[in-house]
């Protein structure tokens, strides 16, 4: 089917979470509540977020700022990890970083992952095959908007590792008729005052 408008998808790693992940802290509820007063104007077709509390509720605190737009739950929209790469892909400087990072994987994650990968690339990239443009949210987790950004800059599929992304930050790209992806903005804090910004991130990463 080929797109006949352009989608803008725009990406956003949940608010920071409480230790025990169970859901967001404070300051994760005041990043998603700024972030919903900076996309209120946004016309967005739909808002997908992933099961897990921070995500879902991340997702609704932004929604309580756009009106009329369905929040709808999706695993695609998940956290899990979208592709395991073997040592011969890796540089040779990174590849026990990597390897180590992933080594708790189990062999359900390593199965499952991939296959909702897939399938988030089939539902959230490409033109709409649509009179106007659209516009999606997708409410997610670090490893999920990574994989997108990955894939939109043609890099290889172990790329997803080391790309990070703060609470609250967002993403958008864009997927225009015969050309390729543009990532339009990356892991954009703006909407926050500084000391919202950064979280997720160990202390040394912090700018």
Do not use: C
Request: no cysteine; net charge negative; proline share 7%.
């Amino acid at each position: 089917m080929t797109g006949m408008a352009t989608r803008y998808l725009y990406l956003v790693r949940h608010g920071e979470a409480l230790p025990d992940e169970s859901g967001l802290t404070e300051g994760g509820r005041r990043q998603a509540t700024l972030l919903g007063q900076r996309l209120r104007d946004i016309p967005f077709a739909a808002v997908h977020h992933g099961p897990l509390s921070r995500a879902e509720q991340t997702a609704r605190l932004i929604g309580d700022h756009l009106e009329n737009v369905p929040l709808t739950v999706s695993d695609v929209a998940g956290d899990y990890v979208p592709y395991m790469p073997v040592r011969g892909e890796l540089p040779a400087e990174s590849a026990d970083l990597f390897l180590r990072f992933l080594a708790d994987v189990t062999d359900e994650e390593r199965e499952r992952g991939p296959a909702l990968a897939r399938r988030a690339l089939g539902l959230f990239t490409g033109p709409v095959d649509a009179e106007e443009d659209r516009y999606e949210l997708v409410v997610t987790h670090n490893f999920l908007i990574a994989w997108l950004v990955r894939e939109a800059m043609h890099a290889p599929k172990w790329r997803w590792l080391g790309l990070n992304h703060g609470n609250a930050a967002l993403t958008v790209i864009r997927y225009a008729p015969g050309r390729p992806a543009s990532v339009l903005v990356s892991n954009d804090m703006r909407h926050l005052p500084t000391e919202l910004q950064w979280t997720g991130f160990p202390p040394e990463l912090h700018i």
